[in-house]
C-alpha cells in the first residue's frame, strides 16, 4: 500500500493520477473534503475515466498534526509520498509553517519508523537550498545553507522538515527528497500555490521585475518522484528545474501562450522596497494577509540559476521544456475558463 499525504495538492493530485493509472494501490490524505472535486477535474484532463480512477483511491481524513488519525492511516503501508505543506511567505505565519511542515514532517517520519516503511519521498523546494554570493554561479544540491542568512520563514521550515526526514535516515527509513523549483501545472488557478500565476497573468501582472529561478513541470515532478521511488536510490535530494528563466520572461511566455499583452512596467527596487513597507502598514491597520513581504520583494529581483544535472544522471532523465509546460498549462486554463 502506498500512502500520499497532500493528494489534494497540485503536485499530489498528479502523482496520484499517475499512481492510479498503473494499478497501484494507493491511499490518499485530505484535510478538506471540497478539495477532492479538485482532484477529480485534474484526473479529467487525462482521461474519461476520471470517477473510476478516483475511485480506485482509498481516501483518509487526517491532519499531520492528528496523531491518531495518521496512525490509522499507515496501517498495511510500505512507501510513502509525503506532498503536504503549507505555503507562505507572510513573517506572521511562521509559527503556523513550523507546526505543519517541520512538526507535520517529524510526525511523518516517526511514523516511517515505527511502521518500518520502506521508502519514503518527501517534495521540499529549492527555497530549502542555500545560494550563492555570485548570481551567475550554478546552485547545486551542494550549495551550503547558510543559517545566518535573511531567510524567508516558508523557507527556514522546508529547510527544517528536510532535517527531519535526513533523521529518519539515521533510524532506518531510506528516503529521497526532491527540490523542484516553481511548479507549473494545471486544475489550481484560484489557490495560492504556482497555478495561480497562470491566472494572475492572465488578468494582468502590473509590473516584472529582473529577477530570475527555476521552473519545471508538474508531470515532470510526479514522474521523478515515482521514479525515485521505484529505483535503488536512497537518501540522496535532487533539484528538479527544467529551465532558468527571468520572471520577466516568464510572464511574457505565458501572456504569449493566454493571448493577452504582457505588462511593460518594471517594477524597480525603489517600488519594491516601497511596496512591501506600505503592505506591512496595511496588514497592521486593516488585518488583511500579506500580499508582498520583505523576503517576496527581494526574491522578486534575486538572480537565481539551478543545475539539474544531478537528477538527469541519477535517472537518465530528459525534463519537458518549459514552453511546452507552459503551452500545455494556459491550454487547460483557457479551456477551464470558457466552462466557467
Known amino acids: 500500500m502506498i500512502l500520499v499525504t497532500g493528494g489534494t495538492g497540485l503536485v499530489g493530485s498528479h502523482l496520484l493520477y499517475n499512481l492510479a493509472s498503473n494499478n497501484k494501490k494507493v491511499r490518499a490524505i485530505y484535510r478538506r473534503e471540497h478539495k477532492l472535486d479538485t482532484v477529480k477535474k485534474v484526473f479529467s484532463y487525462y482521461t474519461e475515466h476520471s470517477e473510476s480512477l478516483f475511485n480506485s ?26 506532498c503536504a505543506a ?116 492572465y488578468k494582468s501582472v502590473p509590473y516584472y521585475t529582473n529577477g530570475s529561478t527555476g521552473y519545471v513541470g508538474v508531470w515532470d515532478v510526479a514522474s521523478v518522484m515515482q521514479q525515485l521511488m521505484e529505483s ?23 501572456a504569449n501562450a493566454l493571448k493577452v499583452e504582457p505588462t511593460k512596467k518594471k517594477a524597480s527596487t525603489f517600488l519594491l522596497e516601497l511596496g512591501w513597507r506600505l503592505d506591512w502598514l496595511r496588514h497592521k491597520l486593516t488585518g488583511k494577509r500579506r ?22 544522471n541519477a535517472l537518465d532523465f530528459q525534463f519537458t521544456p518549459i514552453d511546452e509546460v507552459i503551452e500545455k498549462t494556459s491550454k487547460l486554463f483557457l479551456e477551464d475558463i470558457k466552462k466557467d
Not at 528545474?241 to 511566455?253: A, E
Open 57 to 82: 483511491i482509498e481516501w483518509v481524513e487526517a491532519n499531520l498534526t492528528d496523531i491518531t488519525a495518521l496512525t490509522n492511516a499507515f496501517k498495511e503501508v510500505t512507501h510513502v509520498y509525503h
Open 86 to 201: 503549507f505555503v507562505s511567505f507572510e513573517p506572521d505565519k511562521y509559527h503556523q509553517l513550523r507546526k505543519i511542515n517541520i512538526e507535520g514532517t517529524a510526525n511523518i517520519v516517526n511514523l516511517c519508523v515505527s511502521h518500518n516503511i520502506k521508502k519514503l519521498c518527501y517534495i521540499s523546494s529549492i527555497a530549502a537550498i542555500g545560494h550563492h554570493a555570485n548570481s551567475e554561479e550554478l546552485i547545486t544540491e551542494n550549495t551550503h545553507w547558510n543559517t545566518e542568512d535573511d531567510n524567508s520563514v516558508y523557507a527556514i521550515t522546508k529547510y527544517g522538515a528536510e532535517i527531519e526526514v535526513w533523521r529518519g535516515t539515521q533510524e532506518g527509513v531510506d528516503a529521497v527528497i526532491v527540490n523542484p523549483g516553481i511548479i507549473v501545472g494545471p486544475g489550481f488557478w484560484k489557490g495560492a500555490g504556482s497555478s495561480s500565476l497562470i491566472r494572475l497573468i
Open 232 to 254: 535503488n536510490i536512497k537518501n540522496e535530494g535532487f533539484i528538479l528545474v527544467s529551465d532558468n528563466l527571468t520572471f520577466k520572461n516568464f510572464i511574457y511566455k505565458v
Open 291 to 312: 500580499q508582498l513581504s520583505k523576503h517576496t520583494a527581494k526574491s522578486a529581483r534575486q538572480r537565481t540559476l539551478y543545475d539539474n544535472s544531478k537528477i538527469k
